[in-house]
């Protein structure tokens, strides 16, 4: 069965670090990958995704990831953090009929 | 962005009553609308999907009679959660991949904001 492992429930950084937010994934095909992020009081809003070609997609915000299949794994990335990053980042895995499998999620805290 | 809203954004019920959750599609039109639930500091889960003109598909283990899903309109779909109880407690999301989207796997798709939902 599909499935996404989002490793870290939580992660600190302080504002201006670099970011790196885990993502596996268990799919039997060429995987269709998303990373969303969710604001309190908004609905998710994508960042990024990836369907072929380039591994390395760029995004929203200043955010990329990248598509390794050797360790099924899609990590979101951001070279300096700002304080308005706070929020919780989800990944999934987008099924035929436009269905999603998230991961658990992963709360980013930004400290100043 | 195309923008979805979902109406209440917080509900408190009894137990044993019926609660409907309303989502819109703002400026697109959608025949399909999905249904989420989330637990606290948990994932998303599918709960179902509601298509327009027709019967919605419940994911595995969902309750089709405790969740009634109607997708009314291009624009709107409904969840009433039936004889709630406080097991139900939990925060609702739908989203909607608009019209001129196939059916395929890697469509972007716009989410509502939520509805709190709290049974006492």
């Known amino acids: 069965a599909q499935s996404v492992t989002q490793p870290d429930i939580h992660i600190t950084v302080s504002e201006g670090a670099s970011l790196e937010l885990r993502c596996n994934y268990s799919?039997?095909?060429?995987?269709?990958l998303f990373w969303y992020v969710q604001s309190p009081g908004q609905g998710l809003q994508l960042l990024l995704k990836?369907?072929?070609?380039?591994?390395l997609v760029q995004g929203i915000k200043g955010f990329e990831a990248e598509f390794k299949r050797s360790q099924s794994s899609f990590n979101l990335r951001k070279p300096s953090v700002h304080w308005s990053d706070a929020a919780e980042y989800f990944c999934?895995?987008?099924?035929?009929?436009?269905?999603?499998?998230f991961g658990a999620g992963t709360i980013l805290r930004v400290k100043s | 962005g195309a923008v979805v809203s979902q109406h209440p954004s917080r509900v408190i019920c009894k137990s044993g009553t019926s609660v409907k959750i309303e989502c819109r599609s703002l400026?697109?039109?959608?025949?399909?609308m999905f249904w989420y639930r989330q637990f606290p500091k948990q994932s998303l889960m599918l709960m179902a999907t509601?298509?327009?003109?027709?019967?919605?598909?419940?994911e595995q283990g969902v309750e089709k009679d405790k969740f009634l899903i109607n997708h009314a309109s291009l624009t709107l779909s409904t969840l009433t959660v039936t004889s709630a109880h406080p097991e139900d407690s939990s925060f609702y999301i739908c989203?909607?991949?608009?019209?001129?989207?196939?059916?395929?796997?890697?469509?972007?798709?716009?989410f509502g904001p939520g509805t709190r939902l709290t049974v006492l």
């Open positions: 509601s298509n327009e003109g027709s019967k919605a598909t419940y």
């Open positions: 990836y369907f072929s070609g380039d591994t």
């Open positions: 989203s909607a991949p608009p019209l001129w989207t196939s059916g395929g796997a890697g469509n972007e798709q716009f």
């Open positions: 999934a895995v987008g099924l035929y009929g436009n269905k999603l499998v």
């Open positions: 799919y039997g095909a060429t995987p269709y």
């Open positions: 400026d697109f039109q959608a025949t399909t």
